[in-house]
């Protein structure tokens, strides 16, 4: 398919799941047809794979769609997202200011460890970080303390699948070694590394807990190594701490 073919496709895609309303919960192709005024054809193919992906759902005997559950899981997590940056965005400034360093707010999708807030440190030297930004679980503090965190049979599960890869010098490469770092995580309530990642930068991470104690987001700090004062560590630590228990408990 080419390129412009591939962006028409989408957009009528687009176009087709912003026609269902209040108003309009359940289509027809014909429905839709004079609706929108895409030819039968080119709509069945497109419902088809709507409805595939469950995004729509369709009534065979009615012949009929509405939108699909799928849609209400993307939502749902839109939402819980949304909220948890909107509150933590206050509290990671907080931080950012009282130790001049990068504040990162990190949560687990598809099995990676996802940059969803940024406060960048005003410091000219820093980790370069953006939202949106992909991690592997098994590399960073960022990452190890969501990883670590994880309900016991799904951390089981991901460390027997996992593959670990080569990302610095730093980066842990036996599952052993991975277990017992993400098991001593748990129980101290936070994680550090030392470039296991990015070569040349520091982290702390503390988890973020929702009402029923479920970890669903991780708060760092990020310190370029040349920066980091070693008798400030339990500072450090004990205010990426602070803050995660902060959100937490305005969370719940």
Known sequence: MAKDDAMQ????AIKILKTFSLNEKELSLADLH????LSKSSLQRILNTLVLHGLLDKDEKRKTYQLGIELYFLGEMVEKNSKLLSVSKPFMEALRDELEESVQLNIVHQQERKCIGYVPSKHELMTLIFVGQTSPLYA???????????????????????????????????KDDLRNELAKIREQGYAVSYGERVKG???????????????IAGISITIPTVRVDQEKMDLYIDQVKKTALRI????S
């Open 9 to 12: 496709t989408i957009d009528r």
């Open 34 to 37: 004079r609706m929108l005024g």
């Open 140 to 174: 960073g503090a960022s990452a190890k303390v969501l990883m670590a965190n994880l309900p016991t049979d799904e951390l089981s599960e991901l460390v027997k699948e996992i593959e670990l890869t080569k990302i610095t010098e730093e980066t842990i490469l036996n």
């Open 201 to 215: 930068a520091f982290s702390i991470s503390a988890p973020i807990n929702n009402r029923f104690n479920e970890t």
């Open 248 to 251: 937490s408990e305005k969370l």
